[in-house]
């Protein structure tokens, strides 16, 4: 089976050959071609000839477009540095002093150049892989794309002190983010990744009442456009585990911060679950036969509907010896 066949089929719930491996790769992508971070950031044709360079060398089931959570920010006005070897931060969010979203339009009918620099890296790793390897796009989540907008701390107190507010600022960034998934899928990803790493920062009911609603429009844009949905929530969702699948997303990646023992009997049978060994300790500074080791440990508590990867990005420094393991593992099993 083509990697393209395999995870559509485990998704389908047909028979697969072997399990997909679908890591987020970044920094160490660029590492592994010798170029500044800040150029794969910035220019999609770094990007995607990393990615592709990628599977030159190892069997991964995906080519992907994330990079860094600011495109949406930086074109509705927030100022970015960029690093040679690392992601770029934000050094003022855009929306920090805002009163009221009535006068802030989203961006349209094109969107902004750094968005539009993703949607071109699709088009582009389409006409190389299409078909044959998933592509993978990525679009930030209502919480964590008010976070970028507003800043954590500052969002965190209005969810005391001004809930309303934050609930119409999540509802633009949804739009903002309906609008640029489907730009993606258009372009050729198959795959629509959402990163909402802040809604691990919020309570159960917050998520459920404010997050989740707004996680479901964005996933059904993305089922419409005819793509597939992927979760991301960084940090410990272990409270969150019953709600997240309810989002609709076929993938659901765990983070590491708890047993992957407990994800199945709480999220059910249906979403495929990534994850979750630690990408440090069980990654970077394990073993190749300890990587296999976790990669193990995690299928038995996720059963087949399992994608291969652990709970965060592969960090930079990883042994190719350890990354080779992981993907071994998904290969032989």
């Not at 089976?1 to 719930?13: C, G, Q, T, Y």
């Not at 349209?108 to 389409?126: C, I, N, Q, T, W």
């Not at 793509?227 to 609709?248: D, Q």
């Not at 976790?294 to 291969?308: Q, T």
Request: net charge negative; glycine share 8%; hydrophobic share 40%.
């Amino acid at each position: 089976m083509s990697a393209f066949e395999r995870v559509h089929a485990l998704v389908a719930r047909q028979a697969v050959d072997h399990l997909p491996a679908m890591p987020i790769v970044m920094i160490w992508a660029a590492q592994n071609c010798d170029v500044s971070y800040a150029d794969y950031c910035r220019d999609y044709r770094v990007l995607c000839d990393c990615q592709l360079r990628l599977l030159e060398d190892y069997p991964l089931d995906v080519v992907q477009l994330i990079s860094d959570p600011y495109r949406e920010t930086a074109d509705v006005g927030g100022e970015l540095q960029y690093y040679e070897d690392g992601p770029p931060r934000c050094l003022k969010p855009p929306f920090a002093e805002l009163e009221k979203l009535t006068d802030v339009a989203i961006p349209g009918p094109s969107l902004g150049r750094r968005m539009e620099d993703r949607v071109a890296g699709a088009g582009y790793l389409k006409e190389r892989v299409g078909g044959e390897v998933p592509i993978m796009g990525w679009v930030e989540g209502p919480i964590a794309q008010a976070t970028d907008l507003r800043g954590m701390q500052t969002l965190m107190m209005d969810l005391v002190d001004r809930p309303e507010f934050v609930g119409e600022l999540m509802d633009w960034a949804t739009e903002l983010e309906i609008a640029f998934a489907r730009a993606q899928v258009q372009a050729g990803c198959d795959i629509i990744g959402i990163g909402d790493a802040a809604a691990s920062l919020v309570s159960p009911q917050v998520y459920a009442e404010m997050v989740l609603p707004r996680e479901q429009r964005i996933v059904a844009a993305i089922h419409e456009a005819g793509a597939i949905a992927r979760l991301h929530i960084c940090g410990n969702t272990r409270r969150l585990l019953p709600l997240m699948p309810l989002t609709g997303c076929e993938i659901i990646d765990l983070d590491y911060l708890f047993p992957i023992e407990e994800a199945r009997p709480q999220m059910g049978p249906e979403p495929i679950i990534l994850g979750n060994f630690d990408p440090v300790s069980e990654l970077l500074h394990a073993t190749p036969e300890q990587v296999y080791a976790s990669c193990a440990r995690c299928h038995a508590a996720c059963g087949e509907r399992h994608i291969v990867g652990p709970g965060c990005e592969v960090p930079p420094g990883t042994p190719q010896a350890n990354l080779a393991a992981m993907l071994r593992y998904a290969a032989e099993h």
